[in-house]
């Protein structure tokens, strides 16, 4: 599985952005669980979002109401909308993909990685 990101940019706080992934080799969307991740100079990765299913998706507590995570499984494509960006919105983002599993809920394990797409946030 390969996976290509695009999108990222330079923007304006409270602006926004659309960042794509899109997805190649043996992949289909049924297969596998998605996501975005982020990480900013000088701090850990972070997930920003997780589709693990249609009926679980999750957001870092730190972008709820203002990211969505959605595909177009027709293109194989994985979205990230991001609204009312903020400087702490700053950062490289990837895409992941993976398999899941379950441990009392159901997750995803993240095998395959983007090479990455820059935020870049001002004030």
């Known amino acids: 599985v390969q996976l290509v990101e695009s999108g990222g940019g330079s923007v304006q706080s409270g602006g926004s952005l659309r960042l794509s992934c899109v997805a190649s080799?043996?992949?289909?969307?049924?297969?596998?669980?998605v996501g975005w991740f982020r990480q900013a100079p000088g701090k850990e990765r972070e997930g920003v979002a997780h589709?693990?299913?249609?009926?679980?998706?999750r957001y870092a507590d730190s972008v709820k109401g203002r990211f969505t995570i959605y595909q177009d499984n027709a293109k194989n494509t994985l979205y990230l909308q991001m609204n009312s960006l903020k400087p702490d919105d700053t950062a490289m983002y990837y895409c992941?993909?993976?398999?899941?599993?379950?441990?009392?809920?159901?997750?995803?394990?993240?095998?395959?990685w983007g090479q990455g797409t820059q935020v870049t946030v001002s004030s």
């Open positions: 080799g043996y992949y289909t969307a049924d297969r596998y669980c």
């Open positions: 589709n693990v299913s249609d009926s679980n998706i």
């Open positions: 992941a993909a993976g398999t899941r599993f379950r441990s009392g809920d159901v997750y995803c394990a993240y095998d395959y």
